[in-house]
């Protein structure tokens, strides 16, 4: 076997070991957090993943972040509300969510789990390839965003669907924030973290699938 593909290989391997390890310590982590819902959540492959929720936890709890904007609702959306919750932080979170059913079924969860005044979930449908812009600028009107999530619009069969998100909340977000990009191992995701980051004015960090910018002055969540 050639030297360079049986170093490549087994980096990837290690690379793989590594991801596996975090997710599974994250995920001990955040079992105190899921511990004290009522209600079974759905998890699916949709997800973030257990790495990247508890690095946005450590964000909104050290660094004091006081609002969150989610592209995409989920399991997500219920364990960074219980978390802020459980440890009485002042820090609200807006998820658009394009599908009706499941933004009902989020919706109707956080209102069990008795999180609806931490979060709210706002059904926006998918124009063209991006949310309708004037229903997401009454939303977003006059908000200063701390924390964004893009995990949505669904991707489907388009694959860089979520790559407006950039021109769109470029000049919305804080002096001092972070945005968690999903899904940096697909080449539109990828391409627009460090299209952002070629703006300036960020730290780029990736780990494990998940992209990261940090603007401003933050305290280390990793």
């Known amino acids: 076997m050639n030297i360079f593909k049986f170093i490549k290989r087994n980096l990837d391997l290690l690379r ?28 699916t492959s949709s997800a973030l993943d257990h790495r990247t929720l508890q690095v946005i936890c450590n ?18 959306t219920i364990i960074i509300s219980k978390f802020i919750s459980m440890n009485n932080l002042d820090c609200k979170v807006i998820s658009i969510e394009e599908n009706e059913q499941w933004a009902k079924l989020v ?12 979060a709210k979930i706002e059904c926006l449908k998918v124009k063209d390839s991006w949310y309708v812009e004037d229903e997401l600028d009454l939303i977003m009107k006059n908000q200063e965003i701390q924390v964004l ?18 021109n769109y909340f470029d000049g919305k977000i804080s002096t001092n924030a972070l945005v968690v990009i999903d899904d940096v191992h697909r080449k539109a995701e990828y391409a627009m973290l460090n299209n952002w980051y070629k ?5 780029k960090v ?11 002055t933050y305290f280390n969540i990793f």
């Open 149 to 166: 999530i893009i995990d949505g619009p669904n991707a489907g069969n388009k694959e860089d669907i979520r790559s407006e998100a950039m």
């Open 107 to 118: 919706s109707d969860l956080l209102e069990k789990e008795s999180l609806d005044e931490i």
């Open 199 to 203: 703006k300036g004015g960020m730290k």
């Open 16 to 43: 793989e070991t590594n991801i596996v390890t975090n997710n599974i310590y994250s995920a001990i982590m955040l079992n105190k957090v899921q511990a004290q819902l009522k209600n079974t959540l759905p998890h």
């Open 59 to 76: 964000d909104i709890l050290i660094n004091n972040r006081r609002f969150l904007v989610e592209l995409g609702s989920g399991y997500s």
């Open 206 to 216: 990736v780990d494990n699938n998940t992209g990261y910018l940090l603007k401003g």
